[in-house]
């Protein structure tokens, strides 16, 4: 298991490279990357990213271990970016391991819930109407229902 709270850029192609090597007893790898987005047609400028270290990479730490004790993987990495982003820079990336694909594409699905709306992170929006934080989502509250059996 690998999770890294980082401002540098990261590349998905060696990332996935790296974490599917050599995985002669898994027969899934599922990944996510997620990409910051402008919803406001242009006005997004940048979107910046503040964390508490050691809070935030024991915060993921505790969500990927609940998946790996929720599902049959044999890996999990998450990658997660904080600072200045730009739209259409890579922001954070899931990747689960697993010997068959359900289990991997749960422990995705269930891994993006969670970051979603769990992880320590606060977003704040750069526009040229000015900045503002970034409010938790009722949708993204509701999406965590169906792990809660």
Not at 30 to 38: A, E, H, L, N
Not at 78 to 96: D, K, S
Request: proline letters at 3%; hydrophobic letters at 50%.
């Amino acid at each position: 298991m690998r999770i890294a709270v980082q401002r540098a850029a990261f590349d998905i192609g060696a990332e996935v490279a790296a974490f599917s090597a050599d995985r002669r007893d898994m027969g899934a790898v599922v990944t996510f990357t997620g990409i910051v987005r402008d919803q406001a047609d242009g006005d997004l400028e940048a979107m910046e990213i503040e964390h508490y270290p050691g809070m935030t990479e024991a915060a993921l730490t505790e969500i990927a271990q609940q998946a790996r004790d929720r599902w049959a993987l044999g890996d999990v990495l998450v990658i997660h970016r904080h600072g200045r982003l730009r739209p259409g820079e890579l922001i954070m990336m899931v990747a689960t391991a697993a010997p068959h694909r359900a289990d991997a594409f749960a422990a995705a699905e269930f891994l993006m819930d969670y970051l979603k709306s769990r992880a320590p992170f606060w977003k704040k929006e750069i526009g040229r109407t000015g900045p503002r934080w970034v409010a938790a989502k009722a949708a993204d509250e509701a999406a965590l229902e169906r792990w809660r059996t």
